[in-house]
């Protein structure tokens, strides 16, 4: 880390269409009024090519050194069947950065809900394995101090926003299920002001197609999160649009687009970069504290996506004619 004050940033642009997102979201940060010194370092695919693994060790200590991450995708049909993989680079940064609420936010017409994941439990990281007669395993497991630290987190966000927070679980199945909704009950007592209800995972991802706008905070174990974000993102503006941060108890958190790698769509140069730059709005809100730039550079999104968007949306801009035109909106600001 360099002596001056500027915010040290790690970027992993990672696989399939991440680098090409990532660029015009260095480019739309660097745009913007803001002492950042930028960092790129390779991870899954492309740690796996020039190192072996998917977070190699110099990209894990320059992630820890770093005051946040910012990664844009990971995954690559080219590992599907290998040992190593790209998608294990991802639990394993999660982890070493001690990440374990994830803020999934969806907006549109009538519609604000966040989504609150949890990162650090459940099927991801509990015990996995392969028995002797062929038979796999993974066990979800949670520890009460889990479910109460991201609980407390939802509720906190609720206080600030609608004042509702809706668990979504699967009680009368699942043992794990019954701890949340005991230790969210027990939680609940600390915020009398915050109206809490309890919905079946089934019903909570219909409700979010039917009536998104019925949502404030939307609580959630680490395996419904990662369905219910991708149902609530594409019943509203599309997977295009969904960002996400990742944070612990402090800096660095990791800011990335709730989107994969689409490889089918990869090197076009038509992949929607909106995701990423909003998750950049959430580094400078969340992970930075600026909530000045952060509202810059949101509005400076909205007001581009008035005039072009990318074929996912209908529109007929490249990935970098978005950056440009953006790029224009904030030098005019
Ligand atoms: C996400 C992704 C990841 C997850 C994958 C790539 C491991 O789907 O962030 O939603 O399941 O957490
Ligand atoms: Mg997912």
Redesign the pocket.
Known sequence: MSANNAFHIAVLGGDGIGPEVMRETIRALRALPLDIEIEEHPFGGPGIREFGEPLPAPTLEACLRSDAVMLAA??SPEYERAEVRP?QG??HIRRELGVYANLRPVRDDGVDLMIVRELSGGL?YGRKGRLTDGMAFDICEYHPWQIERIARRAFQLARGRRKRLTLADKHGVLETSTLWREVVDEVATEFPDVEADAMLVDNAAMQLVRDPGRFDVLLTE?TFG?IL??VAAVATGGVGLAP?ASLGESRPGIF?P?H?SAPDIAGKGIANPVATLRSAVLMLRYGLELPDEARLLDEAVDETLVTLSTPDLGGTATTSEFGDALVDVLAAR
């Open positions: 990971v995954g998608e991802l639990l991801y680490n990662d974000s991708d996400s990335e709730i994969g």
